[in-house]
Each structure stands twice: as C-alpha cells, then as structure tokens.
C-alpha cells in the first residue's frame, strides 16, 4: 500500500537515486533540478510503499500566486509528481493519486483545491489524473518549457467524499 510524507532529511538519501526513463525527462526533469525548486513555499513530499520510497512530487503553497489560472480561493498546485522508473507499472501512482485528496486535507487544512499542469504529449500522464479526479479545464497553460500543458483541477474535499462512500 501507498502513503505519502514530507519529505524529511532522513528522506534524502532515498530520494536522490529518484529518476524517471529517458522520454520522460521533459516531462519531470532531474531529481536534481526539482530539489532546487524547494523551499518554504514549495514543500517536498515522498510516496512510499512500506518503507521504500517509489515516488515524489512537490506541492506549491503559492501556485496560485504565480499562475492565474489557479486563483480560486485557497489552491495548492501539484508539481513534479513522479514515480521512479524502476517502481513504475506497479499502480503506485494511480494509489498515491487516489490518497491525495486526503493526505493534502490533513497536510494542507486550508487549501479546497489542488492544481496541475499536464504536457499535452504526456498522454498517460493525463489519463493518470482523469482517473484520479482531476478534471480537465478544457484550457493551456502555454508556458511550459516542453509544450503546451493541460490546466487540470481537483477539489481536495471531493477525495474525502469519494473516500467516504
């Protein structure tokens, strides 16, 4: 079974062995490039099974700052969400997209939404997400580096509801 963490120092280790196949890279990026990225504001966060850690993403407490398309109250934004290439095929994403909603209820109390850009090439990706309960906009997002990107949304108290039945 998936769960989902901060990422802690005790982490690190783990985490910079993280990487992704080759025709994702422009998609992800290097593990290297996303932990540069961190900061107060844009918070680590792990997903493991038992206590190996498959997974990793970061969650942007200022998303809707930097991107209008997120300026609905109290939005987080998803960003760099990846399973590592050698724990991929095994449905550890499709879990950890599932727990989401709940973990970032708990993690993230006064956040409603939760938003994310998908490459408009990375097709698996977005099925990934529709499954999950993201929803797509229907509109780009056109500053990606790779491409135009799918703007997607997830309410995080819907995963509760969804839980719940």
């Given at each position: 079974m998936v769960t989902i963490e901060k990422m802690k120092t005790r982490h690190l280790a783990g985490v910079i062995t993280l990487s992704v196949v080759e025709e994702q890279k422009k998609f992800v990026g290097s593990i290297e490039d996303i932990l540069a990225n961190a900061n107060a504001q844009i918070r680590p966060h792990v997903i493991l099974v038992e206590d190996t850690i498959v997974g990793f993403f970061l969650i942007d407490t200022t998303y809707a700052k930097n991107y209008d398309f997120a300026r609905q109250s109290n939005s987080i934004g998803l960003r760099s969400f990846?399973?590592?290439?050698?724990?991929?095929?095994?449905?550890?994403?499709?879990?950890?997209?599932?727990?989401?909603?709940?973990?970032?209820?708990?993690?993230?109390?006064?956040?409603?939404?939760?938003?994310?850009?998908?490459?408009?090439?990375?097709?698996?990706?977005?099925?990934?997400?529709?499954?999950?309960?993201?929803?797509?906009?229907?509109?780009?997002?056109?500053?990606g580096a790779a491409g135009p990107q799918h703007i997607m949304v997830r309410s995080i108290e819907s995963g509760i509801k969804a839980a719940n039945q």
């Open positions: 990846f399973i590592s290439k050698e724990h991929q095929g095994k449905g550890y994403a499709k879990q950890a997209i599932l727990a989401l909603p709940n973990y970032l209820r708990e993690a993230y109390p006064n956040h409603l939404n939760t938003f994310l850009t998908v490459n408009c090439q990375n097709l698996i990706a977005k099925e990934l997400y529709l499954k999950g309960g993201f929803q797509d906009t229907n509109t780009l997002y056109h500053g």
